[in-house]
C-alpha cells in the first residue's frame, strides 16, 4: 500500500509565494509508484486548501479564482490518522476529502517554518518531515541561533539586538550603542526573516537608521552585525538527523550587490517557470539563482565548510535536509556560519544532484527520517501513572485538596 503524504506549503509569511513554488516543485518530483501525494495550499490567513489544481503554478496567478474552485479543509486525528475534513462540514454524507499518513511542510518564515506548524502536527501524531518545533524555532530566531551555535564553538559573527520599543523610545542612543560597538559598514537584518527579506547594509548614520527602519518594517526584534568588506558567500545543504548526517556540494551564489537580495535569490530568472506539463516548475526559485556550483574555493576550504556545515545541522538536532549558508573573508579566510535554513528553498535538491542524488531520492530520504524518528518517539512514555485525581476537588470543598 502506497504511503498517502500531504504537502504543505504557502501560510501566513513573507515568505508565502516562495514556499508556492518549493511546495509545487516537491509534488512533481515524488515517485509516485511509492507514494500517494495531496497538496495542501495555505492561505495567507491561514486556511488550508486542497483540490484538483492546487500542484498547478499557474493556477496561482488568481489566487481567489483558485480557492473558488477548491475545497476549503482542516485536519482531524482519527483512529491513528489524520484525516482532511471538509469545512463547513454538511450535517449528512461524509465530510473525509481524504487522509495522509505523513505531513511534509515545505513552508518558509515565520508562522509557518518557526515551529508553528510542526506543533500542530505534533499535537496532531502525525509524522512529519523537517526539524521539530525547537530546532525550527531556533533555527528562525538569527541571536538564538548564534547563541546556541557560539556555546558549541561554531563560528559566528557577533552581533546585539533591539526591540522595536526600546527604538521607538530613543532611536538616538540606539545609534550610538551600535555604533559604539561596530564600526561600518553594518548588516540590519530582521531577526526572524529568511530570504533576504528586510536586509540592508548601513555605512553611516543616516543609512543605518534607514535600514533599522526597514526592518522594523518586518519584525519586532532587529539583528545588527559587522559587515565583512571581503566577502565570498558559500552555501551547503545536510542531509540526515541527530544520529547520522552527510553534506552536499558547496554552491557559492553570484549576487548583484554587496547583499544577496530577495531579487537575486528569486527574480532573477526565479519567476520563470520552465517546468513540467503537469504544472511542475523544476527550475523556478533557488535552483534558478545565478550560482558557481561547485564554489570556486579549495579543496581544503571546502572540506571545512562541509564539516562546519554538518556541526551546525546537528548542534541545532535539525532533521531532514537544511541549507547552511557562509560567509567568508577572502583576505583572512576566515568562515562564519551567517544562518541555517531548516526547510530550504527548493530544498536544495540542486546542491544534491552533482553528488548522484536525485531530487526523488532525497524526498525519499526525508520521509525514511521522519519514520524514523516518529518510531523513536513513540518508544518514550507520554503519561505518569498516579492518583492525583483522586482526591481533588476543585473550589476548596470540605474535605478535599485546594488547587
Request: proline fraction near 3%.
Amino acid at each position: 500500500m502506497k504511503i498517502k503524504i500531504g504537502v504543505f506549503f504557502g501560510g501566513q509569511s513573507v515568505e508565502h509565494e516562495v514556499s508556492i513554488i518549493s511546495g509545487i516543485q516537491a509534488v512533481h518530483a515524488f515517485n509516485r509508484e511509492k507514494y500517494d501525494i495531496i497538496p495542501v495550499y495555505i492561505t495567507k490567513e491561514n486556511e488550508m486548501y486542497i483540490g484538483n489544481s492546487i500542484s498547478d503554478i499557474k493556477a496561482y496567478r488568481n489566487i481567489p479564482s483558485l480557492l473558488r474552485k477548491s475545497q476549503r479543509i482542516v485536519l482531524v486525528n482519527e483512529e491513528g490518522r489524520v484525516g482532511l475534513v471538509k469545512y463547513p462540514m454538511k450535517k449528512f454524507g461524509n465530510n473525509t476529502y481524504d487522509w495522509i499518513d505523513v505531513a511534509f511542510p515545505i513552508v518558509h518564515g515565520t508562522n509557518v517554518e518557526d515551529g508553528t506548524l510542526q506543533g500542530c502536527l505534533r499535537m496532531l501524531c502525525i509524522p512529519y518531515i523537517g526539524p521539530d518545533v525547537t530546532s525550527s524555532a531556533i533555527g528562525m530566531d538569527k541571536y538564538v541561533m548564534k547563541t546556541v551555535l557560539k556555546d558549541n564553538q561554531i563560528p559566528v559573527l557577533d552581533c546585539c539586538v533591539f526591540d522595536t520599543k526600546k527604538y521607538e523610545k530613543d532611536t538616538a542612543g540606539v545609534i550610538k550603542q551600535i555604533e559604539e560597538r561596530f564600526q561600518y559598514p553594518v548588516i540590519v537584518k530582521p531577526i526572524n526573516l529568511g530570504s533576504s527579506v528586510g536586509i540592508k547594509i548601513a555605512r553611516d548614520s543616516e543609512s543605518l537608521q534607514e535600514a533599522m527602519d526597514h526592518a522594523f518594517e518586518f519584525a519586532m526584534k532587529v539583528l545588527v552585525e559587522k559587515a565583512v568588506t571581503n566577502l565570498k558567500e558559500i552555501n551547503c545543504s545536510v542531509l540526515g538527523d541527530y544520529e547520522s548526517a552527510e553534506a552536499s556540494e558547496c554552491e557559492e551564489p553570484v549576487n548583484s550587490d554587496e547583499i544577496l537580495s530577495y531579487e537575486d535569490k528569486y527574480m532573477s530568472g526565479g519567476g520563470k517557470t520552465g517546468g513540467s506539463k503537469d504544472g511542475g516548475s523544476k527550475s523556478s526559485g533557488m535552483s534558478s539563482l545565478t550560482r558557481k556550483l561547485p564554489a570556486d574555493i579549495l579543496p581544503e576550504v571546502r572540506e571545512k565548510i562541509r564539516k562546519l556545515a554538518v556541526d551546525t545541522f546537528q548542534v541545532l538536532n535539525c532533521n531532514g535536509v537544511a541549507r547552511i549558508d557562509f560567509m567568508m573573508d577572502t583576505v583572512t579566510q576566515e568562515i562564519w556560519v551567517n544562518e541555517i535554513n531548516t526547510i530550504p528553498g527548493s530544498l536544495a535538491f540542486y546542491l544534491w544532484e552533482p553528488l548522484g542524488v536525485s531530487y526523488e531520492e532525497l524526498l525519499d530520504r526525508m520521509i525514511q527520517l521522519a519514520l524514523k524518528r516518529d518510531r523513536e518517539l513513540n518508544n518514550i512514555s507520554y503519561s505518569f501513572e498516579t492518583n492525583l485525581l483522586a482526591g481533588v476537588k476543585l473550589g476548596g470543598t470540605k474535605g478535599g485538596k485546594k488547587v
